[in-house]
Every structure is written in C-alpha cells, then in structure tokens.
C-alpha cells in the first residue's frame, strides 16, 4: 500500500541536541511538507519541497533544516536553535505543490519531547 | 492577518446531525478544505470546495459561501468512530495552506 511513513513515532531529546526526523513516501508525489502541530493552535508550515533538490522556508524555519536528495525522502532536523521544540510533527505530500484541489497525505506523525 | 476560527470543542449524541462552522478571513481564497484527525495520528482529507455550494459525500457534507466567507461540515448518523478533530483549511492567493485550530467533537452514546 502506499503511504507516508514517519519515524520515529516518539523521540526524546536532551537541550542542546539536535535530531533528526525522518519522512519516507512511496505515492510518488513531488511535493513534500513538514508542519508542526501544538495544542489550540492550526498545524503552521516548517518547510515544503515541490521537486528534489528544493525546497523553500514556511513559517516557522527558524531552527530546523530539510534536504530533499530523493523524491521519497525529505528529513527534518530541528537544531539546538529551536528554542520550543517539543511539538507533533507532520510529513505531508501531494502530487504537486500546485493549485486546485491540492490533497494532502500525512504521515503519523513524530512526537518529540525534549527533557 | 489571515484568521481561520473554528469551535474549540463539540458534543453530539450518538445517531445524530452536528454542524462544524468554520469562518475565513485570508488575503485570496483557492478552495477550502476539511481533514479528519484522530487523536495521536495522522490527519485524513474529507472534502474540498471551491465553489458556493453543498457538496455531499455519504455521511459527510461540507458547504460553502465564499461571500461569507462561511463554511461548514455536516456530519449525518453520528457514530462512536466519528470521534475525532476535524480541522478547516483555506487554500490563499499565494496557494498556501491556512489551518485552523481544530474542533474536537466528542461524541456520547
């Protein structure tokens, strides 16, 4: 079947560390996202490819770092400059970062917590 | 701003109808979305408008007034599996992605 698999589900991380998340898809879409999701609050854009070797800044960059060296992978690390890292983090994908009914598939999800 | 407001929290009677409004504002507007989410996992898409309109698909119907800048989810013969947030996205002029915070609906037997 095809999908979005995240890992690690769950992630525990020292101040100071960075970690890196991983994101795999075999739907074969070109576009690829990274959001983060924290209570009460609507899921906010870290960064997203639309083709490899890509990609662009969302909202929220400010200390995390993509690459997209394959059309299937697209790694988050979030960096010991992210001063609020503990969060749910979302890969998403879609045929084309384009306009139009632009559905997306998300991952399960990666819920980092740092101590 | 772009603001997307959503009820925090919902409660409907299993066998019922419950309506989840979602209102807009954002600089353009390309088509709006709903997605389900279960608890701890991974959002699922629902529906898609971008026309004025009802657009109907089993259960679920999802309506919009882009004059309003209005638009809602009805969920018909709630089931326990109906459990879940549902969140509200506008698609703006720059083809970006604009999510609400989610409406938890919680649902009693």
């Known amino acids: 079947d095809g999908g979005i698999t995240q890992s690690p589900k769950y992630l525990f991380r020292k101040e100071g560390q960075n970690v890196t998340l991983s994101c795999e898809q075999n739907l074969n879409h070109d576009a690829m996202y990274w959001y983060r999701q924290d209570p009460g609050q609507g899921l906010r854009l870290i960064y997203y490819s639309q083709i490899v070797n890509d990609f662009q800044k969302g909202d929220i960059a400010e200390g995390y770092s993509v690459s997209r060296e394959k059309k299937e992978s697209f790694p988050l690390t979030v960096t010991s400059a992210q001063k609020n890292p503990t969060a749910f983090y979302l890969c998403?994908?879609?045929?084309?970062?384009?306009?139009?009914?632009?559905?997306?598939?998300f991952g399960a999800g990666s819920r980092l917590t740092v101590l | 701003g772009q603001n997307i407001d959503q009820p925090t929290e919902m409660t409907a009677t299993e066998g019922a109808i419950v309506q989840i409004n979602c209102t807009y504002q954002t600089s353009g507007f390309n088509g709006l979305f709903w997605y389900q989410q279960h608890a701890g996992e991974a959002p699922t898409f629902l529906s898609y408008n971008v026309l004025d309109g009802l657009e109907e698909k089993g259960r679920f119907s999802s309506f919009l007034s882009r004059s309003k800048g209005y638009s809602y989810l009805l969920l018909k013969e709630l089931q326990m599996k109906d459990s879940a947030s549902y969140l509200c996205a506008v698609m703006d002029s720059n083809y970006q992605l604009i999510w609400g915070a989610g409406t938890k609906l919680i649902i009693k037997p």
């Open positions: 998403a994908s879609s045929i084309d970062g384009g306009a139009g009914a632009n559905v997306l598939t």
